[in-house]
């Protein structure tokens, strides 16, 4: 058994943890502390996912811990839990058959890609196959069958047609599948990330972050079934007030989106900005968007043609934003460009990666407006000019270590939580598309972040 042993008198948590979006418990942060001490003692060079899951082993509290993939080359630390799965033993079918299909690549560079191709996807397949996944209710599936429940969208299905390399191999499934074989019932659950942060993605040292959507989002939905979970703070709803008319005129109006508040509905078709336009203005149409949790100023086209030459003007950039940003740390420049390309993962959405082979090109430039403090440690405040328009372009410019290496205060993705997002459009200019004038709106002074 890897189970540890928890002596705490912190009372358990009603429900479950939902793991992709959550506040740690008390009981888990205790966890994480005897793990770190196990960490230390192997000192890993390069940085790892860890998880821990706390358990109720008959009438005494436990914790199980894991790593994402191998720590250090290794799958077998005895502190941690196994994996689902070892496709790393050297004289089992995978890695023999990785071998044959690695001699074949050498000795074939201009002979039959094609077939190795296929026998590496049949190698893939075979794998995915030995991860047979439990759930609480003591049901067992394996990864590709669950993988293409989840998936019903055929452009997925035809995209990826198997889960993306190392599904399963995760903290989340891994401690799951150890409690429910071992007749453990799971409590809490947290992970954190523990040393450098990887070049493309951003994790900052001893934080803690969601289960990968990825990866883990269709195996979880399949092992969480039979648990008292969480519900999902997404799909609970907001309580949507606060958008204001900054200008209006029969062709176009200026509001003020409060953070929190979809730009145009969701798959659940939420209530969002368009919404609330289109019951005040029929046919009315938003020629872009913001962020859910980016306040500010947004434009109305109230007739198609205005529309189309909005977003001719958007498209041809001439119309200029500004955002106001409050950051963490110190920006040491006062005035700079920040030029790193973004793609993102279709099956992470929405988070983006610096992609320096594959990602379109995205360009922000920024002006230091203010520096101070805020509960002991330094903050900057930004204004923050995108020259390209590209998703969570500019949260990701400053909180890359390749940009300013600051993230934007309130940002769960890419840096800390706190009480917002404190990112805003503060202010928009354009060329009016009938009366050619030009205009420029600002939030309302009462709306103002910094």
Known sequence: MRLHPLNSNIQKPERFTWPFCYEPHPLCLLACEEV???????????????????????????????????????????????????????????????????????HSANGNQTLNRQMSQELQLWLF???????????????????????????????????????????????????????????????????????????HHGEFYPACRGKCKPVLTWMLQGLDV?????????????????YEDEHLAAVYKPAGMLSVPGKADEYSVATWAQERWQGAMLPHRLDLLTSGIMLVAKTPEVYRQLQSQFAARTIKKKYLAVVEGEVKEDHGIIDLPLSSDPLNRPRQIVDHENGKRAISEYRVMERGMRDGRPITVLALYPHTGRTHQLRMHCAHQEGLGCPIMGDELYGHKADRLYLQAETIAFVHPVSQKRMRFFCPSDKKIW
């Open 230 to 246: 969480d519900p999902d703070p997404e799909h609970s709803g907001f309580l949507h007030q606060g958008i204001e008319i900054v």
């Open 129 to 203: 196959r030995q991860y047979r996944m439990l759930n609480a209710k003591g049901e067992e599936r394996d990864l590709v069958d669950i993988w293409r429940d989840y998936h019903q969208n055929p452009k997925i299905q035809k995209k990826f047609p198997l889960p993306p390399g190392g599904t399963g191999d995760c903290c989340a499934p891994k401690l799951l599948q150890y409690a429910y074989q071992h007749h453990l019932k799971p409590v809490c659950m947290a992970e954190f990330w523990w040393g450098p942060s990887p070049q493309s993605d951003i994790r």
């Open 36 to 106: 770190k001490h196990e960490i230390e003692r192997i000192a890993p060079q390069e940085g790892k996912m860890f998880g821990v899951l706390v358990v109720e082993a008959e009438v005494s509290l436990g914790f199980l811990a894991a790593y994402s993939g191998l720590l250090e080359g290794r799958n077998d630390w005895e502190y941690f839990v196994p994996p689902v799965f070892d496709a790393q033993q050297p004289d089992g079918y995978f890695k023999q058959k990785e071998r044959e299909i690695s001699a074949l690549n050498q």
